[in-house]
């Protein structure tokens, strides 16, 4: 069983940063597949970031892409989304996942693990 605690969520104007941060609980955090999901009042859960258990690699979705970091640090269980030039768009509650060696993992279908989300809004 993994836990995951996310935080760094906030109210930030457009052009703004946040930092999120997801806390993961066990000893085995290295061995899995971290994923960043967001889901907007009324749409679907969708795809951020994720970053690969094996070698760091990170995938985006194309909104994102130049905009937001995602990274680990494996020594502290903690996966980070690091977002910058943030658009009124990008409000919604953040989602941290995990999947243990997880590959391709861009779907919320193929995440066991979810954390309770943080809520981000960007003022235009």
């Known amino acids: 069983q993994v836990q995951l605690v996310e935080s760094g969520g906030g109210l930030v104007q457009a052009g703004g940063f946040l930092r999120l941060s997801c806390a993961a609980s066990?000893?085995?955090?290295?061995?899995?597949?971290m994923g960043w999901f967001r889901q907007a009042p009324g749409k679907e859960r969708e795809f951020v970031a994720s970053?690969?258990?094996?070698?760091?690699?990170?995938d985006y979705t194309d909104s994102v892409k130049g905009r937001f970091t995602i990274s680990r640090d494996n020594a502290k269980n903690t996966v980070y989304l690091q977002m910058n030039s943030l658009k009124p768009e990008d409000t919604a509650v953040y989602y941290c996942?995990?999947?243990?060696?997880?590959?391709?993992?861009?779907?919320?279908?193929?995440?066991?693990?979810w954390g309770q989300g943080t809520q981000v809004t960007v003022s235009s």
């Open positions: 066990g000893r085995t955090f290295s061995g899995y597949t």
């Open positions: 996942a995990s999947q243990w060696r997880g590959w391709k993992m861009n779907s919320p279908a193929q995440y066991d693990y």
């Open positions: 970053i690969s258990w094996f070698d760091s690699s990170a």
